[in-house]
């Protein structure tokens, strides 16, 4: 237990999960990728919504400022139309009519149309009008809210002893009275789109309402106990039900009315402007010029059908986080590989996209590109360690293997997998071979050390391309013998028939290699054993150096066998072997041998290739 705690993947998991909490809880710093994703997802799903026909946009469209001008001259139109529109829509009994155009300033060049609007206005309880709280630059600057809060509909929280003032673009001041005044600042997250819509401006102890929460208050919708709301979108931009001003206006001026007299009842009426040449757009997740008309128009809906948007707990994407990369770290520790531990994290991203998709249809916003973005960073940290470890375990194993191996063996090996560091001691059918020189003590007198071991590397590295020619594996040197086997670490249905045929090379080999040396020394000859049984096979040895090995009764008499070629054959197998390819070689019988250190005797058999 305390190994898989105490690894490389647990303290980059460590350390990923401190920047986790240091982010989640205090920088933010993916903030904006959340909002990406979610953005694209709202917009996916407003897609497929229609918003209710409860809620009627009265547009300022292009047409209405063209043909407007003709009778009233170029917008801002005189006071006297907006209260002429007003009479004629409250005739019909709407719900509630919300002006999102701010009429600052008495008109002093027609003071009679102004006094009409509030008259109009102080006529009709239904009616709502906008103002804007601008940035308080200078210290004294403002409204006095202590003096005029009430007065315009404001609510106090707590008593304060120093004066708040509050920045404010009223509407001229007999309407600003009538206390039915609403907010309309947009609120933009910190890459410039608008998400969500304020319920109330806080300002010292005041609170400001938003023109979306007089009318929600006055409707009788439930209003949250939160300063904002985060926006449901209805569609895509300009899906509300749009009329066009001067339609309606010319409508009502006619003594014959040719549009429906119910029009307008029970309707929630916003007037105001979708024109590009008016500048009241805003950017969103729906668009990037989406009228501030239409985004009041889904606040108000939102607060109707009590289906804006949720935000989840701050502490479930953290556990998100947290458990996401404790699931990649137990994968990496129990063994998968990095392309494994890859297509589970793909998998899992792809989960946790769908599920925020889904929730959002519950107007339920779980934010999870951040989650996703830290358990993609364990992944990369663990994944370059995995594959830096693999690397390394893959270099070491080729070293190890190469000393024993063909280069080609070698290969396969690593292609399956395998390492030396993970090869567990097993025990298996294999087929030894040893082969021992013949006269080397009388050639060892007549030369001196150096050209002994120059004659012995030349000799060694020749059979040794010979084992592994025939797919062995070289044990070990042992002064003058080499001991090679076949069966492990490669399995092989063919090992017994592969040590003959290596054993018959080996001794082509050595009549070649004759030929070289000194005519006085050819003499030198070679006596090779081969038997067929199960050993251990493994890296046997200490801390510091292990060796890949097989070791058993089989290893013993393979040396017992070579023991018995002095003046019988070059080489000798015993009958184990024998059987395992009868139909491969001629073999020649030398009957029943006693060998040192075994009490049952062996029968031993020559082997020739066939003619």
């Known amino acids: 237990m305390s ?22 809880t205090l920088l933010g710093l993916f903030k904006n990728f959340d909002y990406r994703l979610n ?10 919504r229609v918003p209710a026909n409860e809620v009627v946009i009265i547009d300022i469209d292009e047409k209405s400022l063209e043909q407007l001008a003709a009778t009233h001259g170029r917008y801002p139109w005189p006071r006297s139309v907006h209260a002429e529109l007003i009479e004629g829509i409250e005739r019909q009994k709407p719900k509630a009519v919300i002006f999102d155009i701010i009429f600052a300033d008495p008109d002093q060049l027609h003071q009679e149309d102004d006094s009409y609007l509030s008259e109009v206005a102080g006529q009709h309880q239904n009616l709502f009008f906008p103002f804007v709280r601008l940035p308080l630059s200078e210290q004294g600057e403002g409204i006095d809210l202590d003096l005029y809060g009430e007065r315009l509909g404001f609510s106090e929280v707590a008593q304060n002893i120093t004066a708040d003032q509050a920045a404010l673009l009223l509407p001229y001041l007999s309407m600003a009275l009538n206390g039915r005044l609403g907010a309309i600042n947009f609120i933009e997250d910190s890459d410039g789109v608008g998400r969500r819509y304020p319920l109330y401006l806080s300002e010292g102890d005041w609170r400001l309402p938003s023109i979306v929460t007089k009318v929600a208050r006055q409707l009788g919708y439930s209003i949250p106990e939160q300063e904002s709301l985060m926006l449901n979108w209805q569609g895509p931009v300009l899906s509300y039900q749009r009329l066009s001003y001067s339609e309606i206006y010319n409508d009502f001026s006619r003594e014959v009315a040719q549009r429906k007299q119910d029009e307008f009842t029970d309707k929630v009426v916003i007037i105001g402007s979708t024109a590009t040449g008016m500048h009241d757009l805003r950017v969103t997740p729906m668009g990037s010029l989406h009228p501030a008309i239409e985004i009041i128009a889904t606040a108000i809906d939102n607060l ?3 289906d804006y948007l949720t935000e989840t707990h701050p502490v479930i994407p953290v556990v998100i986080t947290l458990l996401s990369i404790a699931a990649v770290w137990l994968l990496f520790i129990t063994g998968s590989t990095p392309l494994l531990v890859g297509a589970m994290t793909l998998l899992w991203t792809l989960v946790l996209i769908a599920v925020e998709y889904l929730w959002l249809g519950q107007q339920l916003l779980i934010p999870v590109v951040t989650s996703l973005i830290f358990i993609w960073f364990y992944y990369a940290l663990a994944a370059l360690y995995a594959f830096r470890s693999e690397r390394q375990a893959r270099e070491q194993s080729i070293q190890i293997f190469s000393r024993f191996l063909d280069s080609r063996v070698v290969d396969e090996l690593i292609s399956s997998g395998e390492s030396a560091l993970n090869m567990k001691s ?7 071979l040893f082969s021992d020189i013949r006269g080397f003590t009388t050639m060892s007198e007549k030369h001196t050390a150096e050209e002994i071991v120059d004659i012995l590397n030349r000799y060694f590295s020749r059979q040794v391309q010979v084992i592994f020619q025939h797919s062995g594996t070289v044990d070990k040197f042992i002064g003058d013998a080499i001991m090679a086997f076949w069966g492990a670490p490669v399995a092989d ?12 090379d080996m001794v082509d080999m050595l009549m070649a290699f004759r030929e070289e040396i000194d005519a006085e020394e050819r003499g030198f000859d070679v006596g090779i054993g081969i038997h067929t049984g199960e050993s251990v096979v493994g890296f046997i040895g200490s801390e510091n150096r292990l060796d890949y090995t097989a070791i058993g009764d089989t290893v013993n008499l393979a040396s017992r066998i070579e023991g018995q070629t ?15 390819c009868a139909e491969q070689f001629e073999f020649i019988e030398h009957g029943i041998f006693k060998v040192k250190g075994r009490s049952e005797e062996v029968q031993l058999f020559e082997p020739r290739r066939r003619t």
């Open 3 to 24: 190994e898989r705690w105490n690894n490389p993947f647990s303290l980059l998991a460590l350390f990923t999960i401190l920047l986790v909490l240091l982010d989640l």
């Open 39 to 48: 953005d694209w997802l709202l917009h996916t799903v407003a897609e497929k």
């Open 304 to 306: 109707r059908e009590g």
């Open 426 to 432: 097993e025990s298996r059918q294999i087929t030894v």
């Open 493 to 504: 249905d063919n090992q017994a028939v592969n040590a003959i045929n290596a054993a018959l």
């Open 566 to 580: 002095k003046g019988v054959a070059r080489i000798l197998v015993s009958n184990e072997t024998r059987k395992q």
